[in-house]
């Protein structure tokens, strides 16, 4: 009888599972829309309710009814979920209050001991594991930021400034998590007892799964959050174009060069104004390189150090309509992720020879071709992603490989490459300069309206 492994990714927009075959063949897929954040005022955003854990056994159970064979012939189950939440859960591991977004002000803040009813406080990671097996462990590959973690040692440091009591025991990804209780069972359809294994944050577990293995590759991730990633051993501590993230595979880094907050997010805004995302894609591949002047600056969510910024468009002159905008959009994503590629490369010493591309903005053909355009080297969509690397991690758990090399070769397929064109290339090799130089034009602005209005 076949093995079939199950991995579930909990995204800021939604949570996708599949149902994946030892070979990586898909068996069965679904995704729940996570509810929208609730922001009662400003610097707070917070996820409804239980909505994680609600949105996790709906898509595991509509995953299940679609897949032909029986819960029974699941082998085992890989968890990633959002990164830098922050839940704080009672002693029985329900929510003493809403999980925390990752954009919520909060998060880049230490933790203070203000709410009685918290005995532990871990990452959304964390508050899914106790959900799911009742046990209070955690990926240690899920905790950056201002969490009291040793980066050398993957572990918590001596002297954590959250009592050590209150924090979960950390385990390795690919390390068995516990087993799905008889509770979690009936809410996600699993068979009690299933193994569930540990995997990383979800933007490693996504590299995992898109095969991203050296570094000589870049990983556009094309997600709520875009991020450009390579990988390799070193823990890198004081990098200034990127920063060190835990990866997916035990003692191993990913290197993440700087990003687009709300990247994705936006597409899907423009997207509900205009029309739908076909009609968008297929009108936005006939109008040419640099969108006939209109320029996309993509703060619809401002960095932290820029709290001013704003998003906006520059340069309509009428001849622009809705395929222009939503062109000038996707084009201000691969500019801007090309420009910054090239300061990780550099300051890694690295030069990337190709580029691939993950998450919700890869299945767009004519972005895809923007990136390949704009790095001038071949962009290959991924065909996983961190669905997949959830599912290798629990297979390497399993013992059913010998090791993540072995996985990944057995499970993770190539998808379609894009060829650079020269003459676009040579129109975004000069318009990458003009967005570098867009926010020493544009931040006095936003400085200033941010001021004026008050």
């Known amino acids: 009888m076949a093995d079939y492994l199950l991995g579930i990714d909990n995204g800021s927009q939604s949570t996708k599972v599949a149902v994946f075959d030892t070979r ?61 939440c922050r839940a704080m859960l009672r002693a029985d591991g329900t929510l003493a209050q809403p999980v925390l977004s990752w954009m919520d002000e909060r998060v880049s803040r230490p933790y203070q001991h203000v709410n009685p009813d918290v005995r532990y406080v871990t990452t959304s990671s964390g508050y899914i594991t106790a959900r799911m097996t009742g046990r209070f462990r955690d990926t240690a590959a899920n905790y950056q930021g201002v969490w009291p973690i040793d980066t050398d040692s993957w572990d ?12 979960f025991e950390l385990v390795q990804p690919g390390e068995k998590l516990g087993t799905v209780t008889a509770r979690a069972a009936a809410h996600t359809g699993l068979p009690e007892g299933l193994p569930v294994f540990a995997t990383a944050n979800d933007k490693a577990a996504e590299a995992l799964g898109s095969g991203l293995a050296d570094d000589r590759s870049v990983l556009l991730s094309m997600g709520t959050y875009i991020a450009g990633m390579t990988t390799g051993t070193r823990n890198v501590a004081d990098a200034e174009a990127f920063w060190t993230n835990f990866a997916c595979r035990p003692r191993e880094y990913l290197y993440e060069s700087r990003g687009i907050r709300r990247g994705m997010w936006t597409v899907s805004w423009l997207r509900d104004l205009l029309g739908s995302e076909d009609w968008l894609n297929e009108g936005a591949a006939t109008v040419p390189a640099g969108s006939d002047g209109l320029i996309a600056v993509l703060d619809w969510l401002a960095p932290v150090d820029a709290p001013f910024r704003k998003g906006a468009f520059l340069g309509f002159d009428g001849r622009q309509g809705p395929f222009h905008m939503y062109r000038a959009v996707l084009e201000a994503i691969a500019l801007t992720m090309c420009a910054n590629a090239g300061d990780m490369a550099g300051e890694l010493g690295a030069e990337f020879e190709r580029v691939l591309v993950s998450g919700g903005g890869a299945g767009s053909d004519v972005l895809v071709q923007i990136v390949a355009d704009a790095f001038d080297r071949p962009a290959r969509r991924a065909q996983g992603g961190a669905e997949l690397g959830s599912a290798i991690c629990a297979g390497v758990g399993l013992g059913l490989f010998a090791g993540f090399d072995e996985a990944v070769a057995a499970m993770v397929r190539n998808g379609s490459e894009f060829v650079p064109d020269p003459e676009a290339h040579e129109q975004y090799r000069r318009l990458r300069e003009v967005y570098r130089a867009l926010p020493g034009h544009t931040d006095p602005l936003f400085a200033w309206l941010a001021t004026a209005g008050r």
């Open 24 to 84: 990586g063949t898909v068996h069965a897929r679904a995704r729940v829309p996570l509810r929208p954040n609730d922001s009662p005022r400003p610097g707070v955003v917070e996820h409804p309710d239980d909505d994680l854990w609600d949105s996790i056994g709906a898509a595991t159970r509509a995953a299940l009814r679609d897949f032909a064979g029986g819960p029974e012939q699941i082998r085992g189950v890989g968890i990633c979920t959002i990164r830098f």
């Open 156 to 167: 918590w440091v001596a002297a954590p400034d959250i009592p050590r009591e209150m924090l």
